[in-house]
């Protein structure tokens, strides 16, 4: 049987520097999701007085590519209230009941935001090919001026979403932004087309093309949503890269049950067990420190739990068994004439 002496901490409960650094990062934090929630409030109201003219100018036009865009838009209208409500969310504080607080609240709508994209996608698509059998007359001169106008009020949007497109839930809502922007300036060039040339055809294969669009970029945010629910190692870490970082750390002669998630889009955690040499506790909070710099200047990762280890020894699902447990284990071993060594 081993012997073992757990030596669990975290970086916020030893260093003073940490605790500040993050308390001034919370503040931060709030502020700009104070202005957030102002633009995406602004992008609400543009949005729903945009996709009201979008659909009424698509009809008498004619212009499936006209409607496809006020269903585009309504989506976007959909997004940006789920994101309002997200940033909402990830202002409160953690509870005892919700420890992390609630910043996953954000993916959750970038997930739904981007399922009802896809559905939406699939309409357009379906409504498309069908048009492209039966070409409709269109007005081209009602195509181009409303499109103009959604050019400059989708691009105004995306730019003021962009410095926080870092979060993956303001990001779904800047893509949506972003591929109307672009796909309306497809329907003034179609639109362009069809009053020199007259090619009705023109106009449902432009609203294929935004349903190809959509569809990507969606799928692309249901990939990461999903991955961050499921607890999976953010695409931007990788966990060898990681390991190797903590292994080089003075002191540290093992790490495993290594573990990297991500609280939010924008938020890491790592938890991790570190075999290390036997010390006093003081003389640990150098190692600790060295790899909590090294999660934060590497990797982003600002929230870790270390447990130290003086002693390897066998683990049971994934992680170190408690000394109970092994002395459990070794009381029943006895009665069945059995020895271990370690």
């Not at 949005?47 to 838009?73: D, K, M, P, Q, W």
């Not at 800047?174 to 639109?191: E, K, P, R, Y």
């Not at 999903?226 to 870490?237: A, C, D, F, K």
Request: hydrophobic content about 50%; proline content about 3%.
């Amino acid at each position: 049987m081993c012997n073992h002496q757990y030596i669990a901490a975290d970086c916020l409960s030893l260093f003073a520097g940490p605790r500040t650094s993050y308390t001034r990062t919370m503040h931060m934090v709030a502020s700009s999701s104070g202005r957030m929630q102002r633009v995406l409030v602004f992008s609400l109201a543009a949005t729903l007085c945009y996709v009201l003219a979008t659909l009424y100018f698509g009809i008498r036009a004619h212009s499936l590519a006209l409607i496809s865009e006020a269903g585009h838009n309504a989506s976007d209208m959909l997004a940006i209230a789920l994101s309002f409500v997200a940033v909402y969310f990830q202002r409160r504080p953690a509870t005892a009941e919700k420890t992390f607080g609630y910043q996953r609240a954000g993916v959750l709508a970038a997930f739904v935001n981007a399922l009802t994209l896809i559905i939406l996608a699939g309409w357009i698509g379906i409504s498309a090919i069908h048009r492209l059998y039966a070409p409709v007359t269109v007005q081209p001169r009602l195509m181009i001026l409303v499109a103009a106008a959604g050019v400059l009020m989708n691009g105004l949007i995306a730019a003021l979403l962009w410095q926080s497109s870092g979060d993956v839930n303001i990001r779904s809502v800047f893509l949506h932004m972003l591929g109307d922007t672009l796909s309306t300036a497809a329907v003034i060039v179609g639109g362009v087309f069809i009053f020199y040339f007259h090619v009705m055809w023109l106009d449902p294969a432009l609203s294929l093309v935004i349903a190809l669009m959509i569809m990507w970029s969606s799928l692309s945010i249901v990939r990461e949503t999903l991955n961050i629910l499921l607890e999976g190692t953010p695409s931007n870490v990788k966990l060898s890269r990681v390991r190797t970082a903590i292994a080089q750390v003075p002191g540290v002669l093992d790490v495993h049950d290594l573990h990297v998630w991500s609280l939010g889009s924008s938020s890491h955690a790592l938890a991790s067990h570190v075999l290390i040499p036997e010390m006093q506790l003081s003389e640990c909070s150098s190692i600790l420190d060295a790899i909590n710099c090294a999660m934060r200047d590497g990797f982003h990762i600002t929230h870790t739990t270390i447990q130290f280890e003086i002693r390897g020894c066998e683990t049971t699902h994934g992680c170190s068994a408690p000394p109970e447990m092994e002395e459990a284990a070794a009381h029943e071993h006895h009665h069945h004439g059995h020895s271990h060594s370690h």
